[in-house]
């Protein structure tokens, strides 16, 4: 069965870079058919995707993050990594990664999620 | 404000049945295959259908999926106290060139 889970700073500076990892288990990061992805849910608010990768360097960002957001796929370590520049008060949220079934040009759905983790960005 | 249109609650008594609908447009239900996505509390969230209507290994088929132009529909048969979670809908939209949600629908064993 494979297993998700999100570590890094629950707490992010206003400006700065909010970082996050995504740890695979149970399963190869370096599968074909699959990219990894990034999506987050701001209290009160509904789930925004912000981008998934594939280990084979193929990437898709949401528009609407105006290029603040780098996913990167790390397979020796089996992990995949968010960051997210110029941090603002509007980026907290409940972090989730996943993982997304699809191909080059055609992403389609989440099959396995992590547990999510809030980070809260503040001055 | 989320792209696709969910109820924000819906409630049956045991083994009663609940539908959740999910209103889009032709950019993204309309011409896109949807999923949705069973979220409880504490716990990661769930696929329950991709493809509109597909269950993965393991989902009852107390759940099932369908969709209709521009627009999708969950079903819960047998309702469960178990049951008692967010259910969420996904898609693609071509115009935003993002996957989208619905802001999820809370279901209620009463």
């Known amino acids: 069965q494979l297993h998700l889970q999100e570590s890094g700073p629950r707490l992010a500076k206003s400006s700065e870079t909010l970082s996050l990892t995504c740890t695979v288990s149970?399963?190869?990061?370096?599968?074909?058919?699959?990219?990894w992805g990034w999506l987050r849910q701001p209290p009160g608010k509904g789930l925004e995707w912000i981008g998934s990768?594939?280990?084979?360097?193929?990437?898709y960002y949401n528009p609407s993050l105006e290029s603040r957001g780098t996913i990167s796929v790390d397979t020796s370590q089996n992990r995949f990594s968010l960051r997210l520049t110029s941090a603002t008060a509007a980026d907290t949220a409940v972090y989730y990664c996943a993982r997304q079934s699809g191909v080059s040009g055609d992403l389609e759905h989440f099959d396995y999620w992590g547990l999510g983790t809030l980070v809260t960005v503040s001055s | 404000q989320s792209v696709l249109t969910q109820p924000p609650s819906v409630s049956a008594a045991p083994g009663q049945k609940v539908t959740i609908s999910c209103s889009g447009s032709s950019s993204n239900i309309g011409n896109n295959f949807v999923s949705w996505y069973q979220h409880l509390s504490g716990t990661a969230p769930k696929l329950l259908i991709y493809d509109n209507n597909k269950r993965p290994s393991g989902i009852p088929d107390r759940f099932s999926g369908s969709k209709s132009g521009a627009s999708a529909t969950l079903a819960i048969t047998g309702l469960q106290t178990g049951d008692e979670a967010d259910y969420f809908c996904?898609?693609?939209?071509?115009?935003?060139?993002?996957?989208?949600f619905g802001a999820g629908t809370k279901v209620t064993v009463l």
């Open positions: 149970g399963g190869s990061i370096s599968i074909t058919n699959f990219f």
């Open positions: 996904g898609t693609w939209d071509t115009s935003l060139s993002a996957a989208v």
């Open positions: 990768s594939h280990y084979g360097g193929s990437t």
